[in-house]
């Protein structure tokens, strides 16, 4: 499991980013409906889940197990992230875009308990959706070439001048 984590460090710090702008956006009085799309936790894990297991098969040789593990653990810790976003908003008495209403699918605001009813089954349902997107991605990652392939022409020499003396 560790090897996922140092593998995933990249995306963990961008998560880390996506989340702190996300509350900042919600926190400093940005209009859910003109960004919630910005900053998207959602897109971010999805892509990330779908890249890493393509890239993961081709170049260091990850069956599909391993793919969808990986996904899935993207996806268990964004929930972890919006989870834990939620309780802070609510608990620092702050609007933001983790407990308004729209990302709770609701209609009008909820209270903190029925706000963590409607995240939790996220816990289950996020890992399975990145997961399937990670065999979607293992299965692209055959497309990638082989790592010996993937090799950048050396620059350009220029030649050298001659000075006449």
């Not at 969808?68 to 919006?82: K, N, S």
């Not at 903190?112 to 991605?137: D, K, M, Q, T, Y």
Request: charged share 10%.
């Amino acid at each position: 499991m560790a090897d996922y984590f140092r593998i995933g460090r990249m995306y963990f710090v961008l998560l880390a980013l996506f989340a702190v702008v996300r509350f900042a956006q919600g926190a400093m009085g940005v209009a859910y409906e003109k960004a919630h799309h910005v900053f998207s936790i959602f897109i971010l894990t999805v892509l990330a889940s779908v890249f890493y297991a393509a890239f993961c098969r081709r170049w260091r040789a990850f069956g599909l197990k391993q793919a969808v593990t990986l996904g899935a653990l993207f996806g268990f810790v964004a929930q972890v992230v919006i989870f834990l976003a939620t309780v802070i908003s609510y608990a620092l008495g702050i609007d933001t875009f983790f407990n308004h209403m729209t990302a709770l699918n609701q209609t009008e605001p909820v209270g903190f308990a029925r706000a963590l009813g409607i995240r939790a089954p996220g816990l289950v349902i996020f890992p399975i959706i990145n997961a399937i997107a990670a065999a979607i991605g293992w299965a692209l990652g055959g497309l990638l070439p082989e790592a010996a392939e993937v090799r950048l022409a050396p620059a350009a020499t220029v030649p050298a001048t001659r000075t006449v003396a």
